[in-house]
């Protein structure tokens, strides 16, 4: 039956049989993408395109019109009796269908966290010897490659670039090819028989940090990864900031355009020479990154994603070529910018969704992208909502009087334990700063230990010497109007430079960051009228989520309070994203979809935001989380 979300958003039932699979969509989902969403991989070999007809389905009930890639398949008495191609038959009404044969001992991997993905990439070499013209004969040399390719399932196009090279290649091969074909497009033809060379990109194009990787599309496996800070650094940390200058500068849309290509391009370079791959070798490549970055990348100007209603260009996926884009690999090569929920929460969490399944399994699931703008997608199979919450600087180490990113020398993880402190710092070198980790670590620690209060305020030193060891009291400082700070590293621990404190104003800095997230959290578990034992895991995405403890952030209340074995740091999950999107154009088509299913709350103006955010202010008691005095009692 069709069914009603709470949102109002429409869904239609699709049911698969004789899998005895039922799911449902929004209307206008093709059913093999449906099929895909629940994990029935229904054959295809031209990328769900519409002309190998190997997706065929019978719709048993619902109406379902023919289209013309069906009328080509099948016989009229074949539609009459309600066979059609999934991948071109939307489901506009409830729809019951019978999918006689699925995909066959499929090549599956374990990719991103635990999921199974069917590696089907969406690049074909297809070896060809095909008959040399003669005066009988006189189809065009690309008609020939076309009529050669067509019994195999592909209906090709072809750009001027690629005509211009058939001539020479065709004869100098003696015609004897390897027609390469991305969609419906054929990008390359080869001399000779090449099948195992296969390569693609997939990019993380992070506000910071650039993070590239070369696949070999014929095993799934990374050839090369390497990273690199994004250039763009120098006009701006943050995505207002680079908004802004494009909005204040003549030239600074295409200014940050070239200096992104420029940094993709060195990364490019440095993949290629590691892999010992040449760039007319690399035939696809996906991007995933926030809608400031991937509007930039595209060239596009981002100014109205600054301004209310925070409205992008484009938020579905764009597909263009390399050599409009300007990456320095085959100029036919098609790249693919994975597409966005909203303004501010972009692509790089759509990636995340498919690196976690959390919209395709059931059981329900955070994922957080925590650091300047904190992204929040929660839900199931059943329904997903997303929202985003402006965080600050805080975690990434801005407006901290001794923070600092996380590099060398920077303080990244705190333990408070009988004899003193341990910190653990970047490069095993002496301190100089304390980045968003470390910072996470020091509040929850002086948290357990009672020197900071649930308010955040730090106990007096005198208070502090009835709880803890002198050495750790002694920590607590305050200066002349009566401010308190915690001494992390003294002048002769910090290699003999100035002393490296935590101040009160960094801990309320934190409290406001940390609060941000945790009530843009609280509004969609209150939406979807969920409770914290009721979520299966959480997520902690990004570079920043990579380092962060997650019994850290849950003492500080950053995380709903589950048992700490259920909050996982995934790392980049962007880049595992945009890489299975790479590699399975079946989990790329998801993707697509995803704006469709997953539900975009803006949080600006709201009430019952600003309501949450007030409440989680403060820090957790400790007996709500079940650590009353655990580090205390220790210490005593």
Not at 599 to 628: C, I, K, M
């Amino acid at each position: 039956m069709t069914t009603t979300a709470p949102s109002g958003t429409t869904k239609v039932s699709i049911e698969f049989r004789p899998h005895d699979k039922v799911t449902r969509v929004p209307p206008g989902m093709t059913i093999f993408n449906a099929a895909n969403w629940i994990g029935l991989p229904i054959d295809s070999t031209c990328g769900a395109k519409g002309t190998c007809g190997k997706c065929k389905v019978r719709i048993l009930r619902g109406n379902n019109g023919a289209t013309a890639a069906d009328r080509r398949i099948f016989t009229e008495e074949e539609l009459a009796d309600g066979w059609r191609l999934s991948c071109r038959s939307e489901a506009n009404s409830d729809v019951v269908c019978h999918v006689p044969r699925l995909m066959g001992n499929p090549k599956a991997a374990l990719m991103g966290f635990d999921r199974h993905v069917i590696l089907n990439p969406n690049v074909y070499k297809i070896p060809l010897t095909l008959t040399p013209p003669t005066l009988e004969d006189q189809r065009s040399d690309f008609s020939r490659i076309r009529d050669a390719l067509e019994p195999e399932g592909y209906a090709v196009e072809a750009s001027l670039n690629l005509l211009r090279q058939l001539p020479a290649v065709l004869r100098r091969s003696d015609w004897h090819i390897t027609a390469v074909v991305v969609g419906h497009e054929l990008v390359s033809v080869e001399g000779g028989d090449t099948s195992d060379r296969l390569f693609g990109l997939a990019f993380d194009i992070g506000t910071t940090t650039v993070v590239g990787m070369l696949i070999d599309l014929n095993s799934g496996a990374p050839v090369a990864v390497r990273s690199s800070l994004n250039g763009q650094a120098v006009q701006g940390a943050d995505v207002i900031s680079r908004i802004s200058y494009t909005m204040l500068h003549e030239d600074g849309l295409s200014e940050l355009n070239g200096v992104i290509l420029r940094t993709l391009n060195n990364l490019i370079s440095q993949l290629l020479d590691e892999g010992d791959v040449a760039p007319h070798e690399v035939y696809e490549v996906v991007t995933a990154g926030n809608a400031t970055m991937q509007h930039l990348f595209l060239g596009v100007d981002p100014e109205p994603i600054g301004l209310e209603p925070f409205i992008p260009a484009v938020e579905d996926m764009v597909q263009t070529s390399s050599q409009e884009i300007g990456l320095d690999i085959l100029p036919q090569a098609q790249v693919h910018c994975l597409p966005y929920l909203g303004a501010y929460v972009g692509a790089d969490l759509v990636a995340g969704l498919l690196a976690t399944g959390l919209a395709q399994n059931e059981g329900v699931r955070l994922l957080v992208d925590v650091g300047t703008n904190g992204e929040i997608i929660l839900g199931s199979a059943s329904r997903t909502v997303a929202t985003a919450a402006p965080a600050g600087p805080a975690f990434e180490g801005a407006q901290i009087q001794d923070g600092m990113r996380a590099s060398t020398g920077a303080i990244e993880a705190v333990t408070i334990n009988p004899e003193g402190i341990e910190l653990q710092v970047i490069g095993d070198v002496p301190p100089i700063g304390l980045c968003g980790s470390g910072l996470l670590d020091a509040v929850a620690q002086l948290r357990l230990t009672g020197l900071m209060l649930p308010s955040g305020r730090f106990v007096k030193a005198e208070e502090a010497a009835e709880i803890v060891s002198p050495e750790l009291a002694r920590r607590i400082i305050a200066d002349e109007e009566g401010r308190r700070s915690f001494v992390l590293a003294w002048s002769e621990e910090s290699g003999g430079g100035k002393p490296i404190v935590l101040t009160q104003r960094d801990v309320r800095e934190l409290q406001f960051a940390k609060g941000s997230i945790a009530g843009g959290i609280d509004v969609v578990m209150q939406e979807l009228g969920v409770e914290a034992d009721e979520l299966v895991e959480i997520f902690l995405a990004g570079s920043f989520g990579s380092y962060i403890n997650p019994q850290s952030a849950r003492i500080i209340g950053l995380v709903p309070p589950v048992p700490v074995d259920r909050i996982k740091a995934v790392g980049n999950a962007a880049g595992e994203g945009a890489k299975i999107a790479l590699l399975s154009f079946r989990e790329r088509q998801v993707a697509q979809s995803l704006p469709q299913i997953v539900e975009y709350h803006e949080l600006s103006g709201r009430g019952d935001f600003n309501d949450s955010f007030l409440a989680v202010l403060q820090f957790p008691e400790l007996d709500t989380l079940g650590l009353e005095n655990e580090v205390t009692a220790e210490i005593r």
